[in-house]
């Protein structure tokens, strides 16, 4: 497997493969890989000829006051998990390879960017089209992976693709979870064990909301107001959101619809976990 430091080889490379008429996949990560960044890179292998995972801790999708000093970077790890599900090259490019001095432009999907994780994260998502437009038009892939446990950042993603007319696919791989039910996420490390068992709450409320779903309640005051009385089961958790929304435009709808997302996210202790599901 080859290593990427620069944004001049890994074009180098990814042309090579096209001329070769190979097919070319990029699976984006900020590292501390896991099942879920597993899944990815194998579905990634199952559509493309080559597959490059990016490995880098972007700092512009951060806050002043969060996790991005102590964001878990495992290089090592990641390379030969990568490695065991079928990459062929990673990208791990220094933050002065994507962000040189003096750097001034960012991509920004109006609107989109404000809601739900965007509400609560502000600048968030635009650090990430940011870097994920630099990993885009770095690796000129045919398809990009991403996991459905960022929903929200899925339809930002996908609305910027859309509008900057990118090559580029955006394939979209269901959740990972846990065997309990919890959603797969690098932040899961931070979690002392009574927290562990406490963030159950959120697959918990999700569940919950398809299984009214299934027996036919659509009123989305009816499913909100469900999974915050399964929260009040834990009252130390701090909830940042629950909503139904239409998820290409993550405006609140009033009635579930096929292709609805119902979304939650909250505090457990000092980590900010998601989760959601697409009904329907």
């Not at 096209?18 to 199952?46: K, Q």
């Not at 739900?116 to 089209?129: A, C, K």
């Not at 846990?178 to 931070?190: H, I, M, Q, T, V």
């Amino acid at each position: 497997m080859e290593i990427f430091h620069t944004v001049a080889a890994l074009r180098q490379w990814t042309r090579a493969a096209h001329r070769g008429g190979n097919s070319v996949a990029l699976v984006p990560t900020m590292g501390a890989l896991h099942a879920g960044h597993a899944s990815l890179i194998r579905a990634a292998a199952a559509s493309c000829n080559k597959v490059v995972v990016s490995v880098f801790v972007n700092p512009t999708q951060f806050g002043p006051n969060e996790d991005y000093a102590s964001y878990p970077r495992t290089f090592e790890e990641d390379s030969a998990l990568a490695l065991a599900n079928g990459a062929n090259a990673i990208f791990a490019p220094a933050v002065e390879e994507l962000y040189p001095a003096g750097a001034a432009t960012f991509v920004e999907v109006e609107g989109l960017s404000n809601r739900l994780d965007g509400q609560s994260r502000p600048g968030h998502f635009r650090g990430v089209t940011t870097v994920v437009s630099k990993l885009l038009i770095a690796a000129e892939p045919d398809r990009a992976f991403f996991g459905q446990k960022d929903a929200a950042q899925v339809a930002v993603l996908r609305r910027m693709v859309t509008d900057l007319r990118f090559a580029a696919e955006i394939v979209v791989c269901p959740i990972v979870r846990e065997a309990d039910g919890l959603a797969l996420s690098s932040r899961n490390r931070y979690l002392s064990p009574a927290e562990r068992t406490q963030a159950l709450i959120l697959s918990r409320a999700v569940h919950q909301v398809e299984a009214l779903v299934a027996s036919g309640e659509r009123r989305s005051s009816a499913l909100i107001a469900a999974a915050r009385a399964t929260f009040a089961a834990e009252p130390t958790i701090r909830v940042d959101y629950i909503e139904l929304v239409n998820w290409a435009t993550l405006q609140p709808v009033e009635t579930a619809a096929s292709g609805s997302l119902f979304a939650v996210a909250a505090w457990v202790g000092t980590t900010r976990l998601i989760d959601n599901t697409i009904l329907g």
